[in-house]
């Protein structure tokens, strides 16, 4: 997706592939998506992973010649961990979060849920946390509407552009297979969250070339109604499956087309 034609004089790159799926033996995977937003004096991050992602984060924005206090903004679609964590690499920026996913999150209990107990603590005490409502502009051009399920305070992104929209969805609808078939994996409601995914359409149809951005997928447009991937999936393993270090085994984790 680098380099794709944006809304107005926003740029967009994707910085770290989101990807659909779950580890089987090794807990989740976490391997969200981080999207980069540049344009209108902002330099933008809508969410920005967990541990794992910190390399990938920091090596993804010096390709495009910046360093984490170059960040204006933090964009969080919601507060567990493969999304929000980094947000402490950024400590010139502005960390825009729900004020309902905030007030939740504070208060989940520590040890048993996704939210990542400390950090969300110290975003909940400090002076760069912006609490963002339903129909707040986040940047210039970006609206936040209300999309519970995965948790009580999702939010999806939308920023207008000339030519088309684009569509962030955080989790509220993690990969091309919730959008289709609107049943979801991990949500507290699956009722609310395919009023939730109802709601996503409603916005993806309203204008012809709008590109949706998922939590967990490759960036995606509608044709003929369908969700049709835009870019090229890239995910694999390397093992040490050998006697030596520089013996290693690469093990793709996608399939021809999808």
């Known amino acids: 997706m680098a380099g794709a034609p944006a809304p107005e004089d926003y740029q967009i790159d994707i910085i770290v592939q989101g990807y659909p799926g779950k580890s089987v033996c090794h807990g989740g995977l976490g391997w969200s998506t981080i999207a980069l937003l540049r344009g209108n004096g902002r330099v933008a991050l809508i969410d920005v992973g967990t541990f794992s992602h910190r390399s990938n984060l920091i090596n993804g924005l010096a390709r495009h010649g910046l360093k984490p206090d170059d960040v204006t903004d933090v964009v969080l679609t919601h507060s567990h ?35 990542p107990e400390l950090y969300v603590r110290e975003l909940h005490g400090s002076a ?8 707040d502009e986040v940047l210039p051009g970006m609206i936040a509407y209300t999309a519970p ?12 552009g000339k030519d088309r929209d684009i569509i962030f969805t955080g989790d509220a609808a993690k990969n091309r297979v919730e959008l289709i078939t609107r049943d979801t994996d991990m949500t507290y409601d699956a009722s609310v969250s395919a009023v939730s995914i109802e709601q996503m359409w409603t916005l993806w149809r309203r204008r012809p070339g709008t590109l949706l951005v998922p939590g967990h997928d490759l960036p995606m447009v509608l044709e003929d109604d369908r969700p049709v991937f835009v870019g090229k999936r890239d995910a694999a393993i390397e093992s040490w499956f050998g006697d030596t270090l ?13």
């Open 81 to 115: 961990h493969d999304h929000s964590i980094n947000w402490v690499l950024f400590s010139k920026a502005t960390v825009w979060i729900g004020a309902e996913e905030m007030d939740w999150a504070i208060e989940e209990p520590w040890g048993s849920t996704p939210v």
């Open 128 to 135: 760069q946390k912006k609490l963002i409502r339903e129909g």
């Open 149 to 160: 399920g995965h948790t009580p305070g999702c939010l999806v992104f939308v920023l207008a």
């Open 246 to 258: 520089d013996q290693t085994t690469h093990i793709a984790l996608t399939i021809p087309g999808r």
